[in-house]
């Protein structure tokens, strides 16, 4: 047995934080559940389904090695880290994943060929395809929180995620064009994106680069504040008008009372840099504290400053457009508009990690993973409800395999039998589907899988159709 010191243990009544080794309560250590949870909980079929991308079946056009040639990594107890696995289909991975039981599994590209056969073949292996992916993580929020940092997340800074969500989710459909996104939560502290459409899996590293880098407007800090790069400008771009107004909502109802950004002195100070006029600013402070804001003690001192904060700036800015017109006067009437933006944006925009969404042949923990520190399963999330995505109550290994129990004994989520039946009637019924894992493979299914099975055999037909064109050609010269 391993040494317990090193191992990772979950307290089945704390929600899945790794409780102490100490703990009275019944414990259940991650490594050691791996094997259950990948016998009965994990959806291997579902997630070779999707890695296959159509070429699974007997199809004319299917590529029966296109699975074999993409990279799997698995992270083995005691930090073991293996890379380029590969293998013949879902039912070999399915026994890999089951006889190693691995910590965590990363997916790669698909390569030109077997990766496992990569020293045979030197610079012609090379990716050919591969997810554009995004990872935003909360500790890059950490200079905004005040509910906690590091590894921490909590129903506070939750609602920094579900913006990022909605704006990265809005850009990749709206100005990409993008259809198949699948978004999962990470285990801990933040979020995966994986877009599966044809052309973004087929897109060069500098196209990746370009992709990530339109949603980059969030540049870092520079003498105490966020350098933000407006797209096109002057006026600002409308993708950017798209994310302030959807931020604006998220800033002023969770984020803002949330993270008491407006309470005390240094956080006032840091938000009040970004006011293009010293004069502003003491008007201000001048209202912050008078009588008629003070006094207002029954609503959040954080929402009234703001209020307070927005009238200054358009009054301000009221004054500068009535007093004159024209090109000169917008060195001083641009800096006001953008000011309210470039305050919500610096504190709220999406944080990428750039370098995860650039490179082709980056690695990127695959859903339904757990993660080793939390328990937690990485779960799928639905775009359009992520404001109701609690992180507090994702299912761990333990809960799912109580519940697992529980259905064993008699008490489970629903009725095994008509799950065979509706299954073909002749197939054993999956464990999972007893657990609240069914929840997360519906989401999974309803946000990605079966719109991309859809598109997987139209693109099957239409490689048919141009092998039939192109044999006419042939025989036609």
Same mark, same amino acid.
């Given at each position: ?8 243990? +979950? ?5 899945? =934080? ?28 579902? #997630? ?9 079946? &007997? ?31 879902? %039912? ?12 965590? +599994? ?21 990716? @050919? ?20 940092? *590091?590894?921490?997340?909590?129903? &506070? ?75 096109? *400008? ?18 002023? =109802? ?10 005390? *002195? ?12 010293? %004069?502003?600013?003491?008007?201000? &402070? ?33 004054? =500068? ?21 470039? +305050? +919500? ?30 328990? &937690? ?59 609240? #894992? ?22 099957? @037909?239409?490689? @048919? ?13």
């Amino acid at each position: 047995m391993a040494d317990v010191n090193k191992r990772q243990k +979950i307290d089945q009544d704390s929600g899945g =934080e790794v409780g102490p080794l100490g703990s009275a309560e019944p414990e259940i250590y991650v490594q050691e559940a791996m094997p259950s949870y990948y016998a009965k909980l994990f959806p291997h079929q579902h #997630m070779a389904k999707w890695l296959a991308y159509g070429n699974d079946g &007997k199809h004319a056009q299917a590529d029966s090695h296109f699975f074999n040639r993409r990279e799997f990594c698995f992270t083995l107890d005691g930090d073991i880290f293996v890379r380029y696995q590969a293998f013949k289909d879902g %039912t070999a991975l399915q026994e890999a994943i089951q006889r190693r039981c691995p910590a965590k +599994i990363d997916i790669g590209p698909v390569y030109t060929a077997n990766p496992q056969d990569r020293h045979k073949f030197g610079a012609s292996f090379q990716p @050919t395809e591969r997810e554009l992916v995004f990872d935003i993580d909360l500790t890059d929020y950490d200079d905004v929180r005040t509910c906690g940092s *590091g590894g921490h997340i909590c129903g &506070k800074c939750w609602p920094l995620m579900a913006v990022a969500v909605k704006i990265i989710d809005a850009g990749l459909r709206n100005d990409f064009g993008f259809k198949h996104i699948l978004w999962v939560y990470s285990g801990r502290r933040g979020v995966h994106c994986w877009v599966c459409d044809p052309s973004a899996r087929q897109l060069t590293d500098e196209q990746r680069a370009a992709v990530a880098n339109w949603f980059a407007l969030y540049k870092g800090h520079e003498e105490g504040k966020a350098r933000i790069a407006f797209l096109g *400008g002057g006026a600002m771009h409308p993708a950017v008008d798209r994310a302030v107004e959807v931020l604006h909502t998220a800033w002023v =109802e969770t984020i803002l009372p949330a993270q008491r950004l407006l309470e005390d *002195g240094p956080k006032c100070e840091a938000l009040l840099r970004y006011l293009p006029e010293q %004069t502003l600013v003491e008007n201000i &402070k001048k209202k912050w504290a008078s009588r008629s804001v003070i006094s207002r003690t029954d609503q959040d001192i954080n929402l009234v400053r703001w209020g307070v904060l927005e009238a200054e700036v358009n009054s301000r800015l009221t004054e =500068e457009r009535s007093r004159s017109k024209g090109a000169g006067s917008y060195k001083v009437v641009g800096p006001l508009e953008r000011c309210i933006p470039e +305050i +919500i944006i610096a504190h709220a925009y999406p944080r990428l990690d750039m370098e995860v969404s650039k490179k082709m042949n980056h690695l990127l923990k695959a859903p339904f993973c757990v993660h080793p520190k939390t328990g &937690k399963v990485c779960v799928p999330l639905d775009p359009t409800r992520v404001d109701e995505f609690d992180p507090d109550d994702v299912p761990t290994v333990g809960s799912l395999l109580r519940e697992l129990a529980a259905a064993k004994n008699g008490g489970g989520k629903g009725d095994s039998s008509a799950v065979v039946e509706a299954d073909g009637g002749g197939r054993k019924a999956e464990p999972w589907r007893e657990t609240k #894992m069914a929840n997360a493979v519906q989401i999974f299914e309803r946000c990605l899988l079966d719109d991309l099975v859809i598109t997987n055999r139209d693109e099957l @037909t239409e490689r @048919t159709r141009v092998a039939v064109a192109i044999g006419q050609l042939n025989l036609d010269f």
